[in-house]
T-cell receptor
Framework: SAVISQKPSRDICQRGTSLTIQCQVDSQVTMMFWYRQQPGQSLTLIAT?????????ESGFVIDKFPISRPNLTFSTLTVSNMSPEDSSIYLC?????????????FGPGTRLTVT | GNSVTQMEGPVTLSEEAFLTINCTYT??????LFWYVQYPGEGLQLLLK?????DKGSNKGFEATYRKETTSFHLEKGSVQVSDSAVYFCALRGNDYKLSFGAGTTVTVRA
């Protein structure tokens, strides 16, 4: 398994500003992911972040809006840029770990973002 | 593409009742299947998993069996507790390493 922490746990931000969310893992992992969970909804994958390469974004998400860094095998950041109220969501990072031959994803506690 | 269809809630039960949450999937090949649970105000926790046909995943009294013939992975628990109140997500991992999630089912257990 993996233990994942995120900072901040929650924030209230003004429209037009940016917020950077940090994700720290207790072990080295290749694959890290960023998800968005809008209120009462399921999870939507924003991007996949591998160390040493550019993040791969899903349809509907762009680097200018959600820049991601992955400087090493235990850390990643997601920035939500030029925020609007529609960006109010929970943002979760996850990592993929190979456990006894099975690929499993473990999630951080999430960052609850409210944009006013 | 891969997709997961999950019984929508909300589901409200009394303590010690039997819980079933239906989950069916569409995928090519042989995906791995998962159930995640999200307690109020928390992130997702991996509840159980199965990787091949007829595998049974189990944890904390919950069970789910990988049924390839019906492309299903229904979650069951024989006697729920108030502490089982949460949102449950069925998920699939295909060959492209991405997880596809169902819509989630909110379960509330009353004392």
């Amino acid at each position: 398994s993996a233990v994942i922490s995120q900072k901040p746990s929650r924030d209230i931000c003004q429209r037009g500003t940016s917020l950077t969310i940090q994700c720290q893992v207790d072990s080295q992992v290749t694959m890290m992911f960023w998800y968005r969970q809008q209120p009462g909804q399921s999870l939507t994958l924003i991007a996949t972040a591998n160390q040493g390469s550019e993040a791969t974004y899903e349809s509907g998400f762009v680097i200018d809006k959600f820049p991601i860094s992955r400087p090493n095998l235990t850390f990643s950041t997601l920035t939500v840029s030029n925020m609007s109220p529609e960006d109010s969501s929970i943002y979760l990072c996850s990592v993929e770990v190979l456990e006894r031959g099975i690929y499993e994803q473990y999630f951080g506690p999430g960052t609850r973002l409210t944009v006013t | 593409g891969n997709s997961v269809t999950q019984m929508e809630g909300p589901v409200t039960l009394s303590e010690e009742a039997f819980l079933t949450i239906n989950c069916t999937y569409t995928a090519t090949g042989y995906p791995s299947l998962f159930w995640y649970v999200q307690y109020p105000g928390e992130g997702l926790q991996l509840l159980l998993k199965a990787t091949k046909a007829d595998d049974k995943g189990s944890n904390k009294g919950f069970e789910a069996t990988y049924r390839k013939e019906t492309t299903s992975f229904h979650l069951e628990k024989g006697s729920v507790q108030v502490s089982d109140s949460a949102v449950y997500f069925c998920a699939l991992r295909g060959n492209d390493y991405k997880l596809s999630f169902g819509a989630g089912t909110t379960v509330t257990v009353r004392a």
